[in-house]
């Protein structure tokens, strides 16, 4: 009978051990949660590479702008330029001022000649 006890009371400590082993398992909620969790997180990486790659477009575009910006800006101070030459050239200053005044060669005329 001693044995029997003894035997009885290892498989209980034995039930007891795997019953605490189990309630420390995740249950089937846990793999549902888990599930959604990955299709969540599928969802978002796709999103991510659709806006990564939105970025580089956007980026793209504005490196074109800028520069198309810089161009117009050029050109825009060299019709400047030229329209202040020529409104100095029609108001009497000769061609000379003018390139003495924008460091330029005057091509040997004196400044105050009256030629054009």
């Not at 029997?4 to 995740?26: N, T, W």
């Not at 978002?44 to 590479?49: D, G, R, T």
């Not at 117009?72 to 000379?96: K, P, R």
Request: glycine share 6%.
């Amino acid at each position: 009978m001693i044995e029997k006890d003894l035997l009885i009371q290892e498989k209980e400590k034995l039930y007891i051990e795997l019953r605490r082993i189990l309630a420390r398992q995740p249950g089937p909620d846990v793999a549902e949660q888990m599930a959604a969790h990955g299709k969540t997180l599928a969802e978002k990486i796709k999103q991510l590479k659709i806006m990564t790659s939105n970025l580089a477009v956007y980026q793209v575009i504005i490196l074109s702008l800028s520069l198309s910006l810089s161009v117009c800006l050029c050109l825009s101070i060299s019709i400047f330029v030229l329209l202040f030459q020529t409104s100095l050239l029609l108001y009497g200053y000769g061609s000379a001022w003018i390139l003495k005044t924008s460091k330029v060669e005057s091509f040997g005329r004196e400044p105050n000649s009256g030629h054009c």
